[in-house]
């Protein structure tokens, strides 16, 4: 398996992944806030409730994510000193 200063491959792209997904929600708050004038009410909470949404899917999907990397890494530990 390819490492790269001691974490492998697969978990650098899962946090390439993760940061572009935080940058896009970024990008659609600073858009949201430069935008608000010109769009109704309504338009602007429907564009908050999305932003809600969207930041409670991306914490509660890391932290899954996250727990499955951890999980599997003990796992593998735990296989490894058994093998021993």
């Known amino acids: 398996m390819m490492k790269i ?3 492998s491959l697969g978990y650098r792209a899962q946090q390439l992944i993760i940061f572009i997904i935080h940058i896009l929600l970024l990008w659609w708050i600073y858009w949201l806030l430069q935008n608000t004038g ?13 932003i809600g949404i969207y930041g409670a899917l991306l914490i ?3 932290a899954a994510w996250a727990k499955h990397h951890h999980l599997k890494e003990i796992n593998q530990e ?3 000193s058994d093998s021993k």
């Open 5 to 7: 200063k001691g974490k």
């Open 38 to 50: 010109n769009l109704t009410t309504e338009k602007v909470f429907i564009h908050f409730t999305g």
């Open 60 to 62: 509660r999907g890391c």
């Open 78 to 80: 735990e296989t490894n």
